[in-house]
């Protein structure tokens, strides 16, 4: 959603979107090298994967 929203210009809603999906990120795996990941290392990946590109194009390579 943020990227797709970052696509198409709209800047502010795709700021909103990716701070509220690292929000509910941070609620739902632990931080690295802290915790168990058990069997949701797989959704780990991919969120971690996501996040970050999101993060890249939205605030810059700096706050990756």
Known sequence: MVLAQYQLKQQEEARTTLAKGLELANMRFPKAGKGNLDDQWHDWIYANAL??????????PAHR
């Open 51 to 60: 996040m970050g590109e999101a993060k890249t194009r939205i605030q810059g």
